[in-house]
């Protein structure tokens, strides 16, 4: 088991990532973060909005499942959210330099870690 900080740090060897955080959806406040490129505090709060919103739609499509990720693709970046299924209401937020990243294996170690983090 790993605590957020040496969790996030082991995001950022993640070939192309640049930051990262672990963010409470309920209140889009930052809990941990690591590395630099965008600001954090002010993606947190968006994202959040980006669960809440996806969550709404599941419940009102009646779908009785988890959100594994939501990945949002930008000209140069990839942006992973992963809800945490351990802590409800927390989400891992990885940010990505699309040319120097590879999606399937950061996907896979955005959830090896997830499964590792203590909160």
Same mark, same amino acid.
């Given at each position: 088991m790993a605590d957020i900080k040496t969790s996030l740090a082991e995001l950022l060897t993640i070939d192309g990532a640049k930051c ?17 490129? +965008?600001? *954090? $505090? @002010?993606?947190? /709060? ?11 739609? *599941? ?8 959100? $594994? ?5 930008? &000209? &140069?970046? #990839?942006?992973? +959210?992963?809800? *945490? ?7 891992? #937020? =990885?940010? @990505? &330099? ?6 399937? =294996? /950061? ?8 499964? $590792? *983090?203590?909160?």
């Open positions: 990262t955080s672990l963010v409470d959806s309920s209140s889009g406040m930052v809990l941990g973060q690591d590395g630099s490129g +965008i600001d *954090m $505090e @002010l993606a947190a /709060a968006g994202n959040s909005e980006v669960v809440k919103s996806k969550m709404k739609t *599941m419940k009102s499509l009646g779908l009785k499942v988890n959100i $594994e990720d939501i990945l949002i693709t930008l &000209d &140069d970046q #990839y942006h992973i +959210i992963r809800p *945490m299924a351990k802590q409800k209401g927390l989400f891992i #937020y =990885l940010v @990505l &330099d699309k040319e120097k990243s590879n999606l399937a =294996l /950061a996907r896979r170690k955005v959830q090896n870690v997830e499964n $590792e *983090m203590t909160v």
